[in-house]
C-alpha cells in the first residue's frame, strides 16, 4: 500500500536528520531522538569535550556497550557536578558494570575530591525476594534471567573492582538492597543514584538515606517516568508523599528529588 504523501515525506525528512516541527513545513535539523526522548531543543552538551570524555569512561565500564542515553548522563553528570560542590559521599544503588559511576568519577577527577563513592549491586541482576507481585505478574523475573544469560547484568565484581581501582575511596558492597543498607558508613551524603529497575529496594534506600542527605543533595531515580516502569513511579510517589516533597519527572525518563534548605511543613 502507498503511504501518503505528508507521511512519506516526514519519513524521509526524518532518516536525513531533519523534521517537521508541528506539522508546519519548517525544517529543523540536529533533532535528538534517542532514548525514548525525540527533541528538537539545544542539546550541545553532545559536543562537550569533557562530557565526550566521561561518557567515553562509562562505556570502558560497560565494554562498549553504548545504549545511547546520552541526555541521561547529561543529567547524572549535572546533579554529580552540582552534588560535588556540597558536603558529603556519593551512593548509587544498582551499579551493574559501573557505567555511570566511571563517568561521574572521570568527570569529576575522583582522586581529587576528599568522598567516598558507595556503590551497590548484588552484582547478580534482582532478588526476587524484593519484587512486588504486580512486577513478577509483568514478567520482571523473566527479563532479568534474560539479562543475566546475555551478560547484560555484571555477576563477576572482580571485574568492577578492576574497573574502579583508578579511583580512591569507593567502597563495593555486594549483596541486595534493603539488606545491604547498613553498609553504608556515611554520615552525609550529597549525590544518591537509585537504578535498581525494581520498586521495594528503591523505595527502602530512599527511605533509609533520606535522613543522610544534607540539605541540597541531589537523589536521582533513573527509571522514575521511563515507559514501563510504572512500580517505581508507584513507590518513589509513595516516599516523596510520606516524606513532604515530589518528584521532578524528566523527560528522560528519570526522576529528581533535590532535599530542600529547610525543614518540611508535611
Ligand atoms: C540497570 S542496572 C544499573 C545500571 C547502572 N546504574 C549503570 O550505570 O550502568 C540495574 C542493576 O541493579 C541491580 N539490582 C537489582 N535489584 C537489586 C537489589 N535488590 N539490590 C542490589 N542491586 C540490585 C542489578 O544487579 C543490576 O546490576
Not at 536528520?17 to 525514548?36: A, I, K, Q
Not at 549535572?78 to 548509587?92: I, N, P, R
Not at 567516598?116 to 512486577?135: A, K
Request: charged share 20%.
Amino acid at each position: 500500500m502507498m503511504m501518503p504523501l505528508k507521511r512519506l515525506v516526514k519519513h524521509v525528512l526524518n532518516i536525513c536528520g531533519y523534521t517537521l516541527y508541528r506539522n508546519h513545513f519548517s525544517l529543523v535539523t540536529n533533532l535528538y531522538n534517542e532514548d525514548g526522548l525525540q527533541s528538537i531543543h539545544n542539546h550541545e552538551f553532545m559536543d562537550d569535550p569533557s562530557f565526550i570524555s566521561a561518557y567515553k569512561r562509562g562505556l570502558k565500564a560497560s565494554s562498549g556497550v553504548d545504549s545511547r542515553f546520552y541526555w541521561r548522563a547529561h543529567v547524572v553528570l549535572w546533579a554529580a557536578h552540582c552534588a560535588s560542590k556540597l558536603k558529603g559521599d556519593f551512593v548509587e544503588c544498582g551499579v551493574n558494570k559501573g557505567f555511570n559511576s566511571s563517568a561521574i568519577m572521570h568527570y569529576l577527577n575522583w582522586n581529587v575530591l576528599n568522598k567516598s563513592f558507595y556503590l551497590l549491586d548484588t552484582f547478580n541482576g534482582m532478588d526476587q525476594r524484593f519484587l512486588t507481585e504486580e512486577e513478577m505478574l509483568q514478567g520482571k523475573l523473566e527479563i532479568n534471567q534474560k539479562i543475566l544469560d546475555a551478560g547484560g547484568y555484571e555477576c563477576n565484581v572482580g571485574a568492577v573492582r578492576a574497573n574502579f581501582s583508578e579511583w580512591q575511596r569507593v567502597h563495593i558492597i555486594q549483596g541486595s538492597v534493603p539488606e545491604t543498607l547498613p553498609q553504608v558508613r556515611t554520615e552525609e551524603i550529597a549525590y544518591l543514584h537509585l537504578d535498581m529497575n525494581c520498586a521495594i529496594p528503591e523505595q527502602r534506600a530512599a527511605e533509609f538515606f533520606w535522613p543522610l542527605l544534607v540539605p541540597g543533595a541531589f537523589m536521582l531515580f533513573d527509571d522514575y517516568a521511563y515507559k514501563g516502569y510504572d512500580s517505581q513511579k508507584v513507590a518513589i510517589d509513595s516516599f516523596a508523599h510520606r516524606t513532604g516533597v515530589t518528584v521532578l519527572a524528566l523527560p528522560t525518563g528519570q526522576g529528581l528529588i533535590i532535599k530542600p534548605p529547610f525543614s518540611i511543613q508535611k
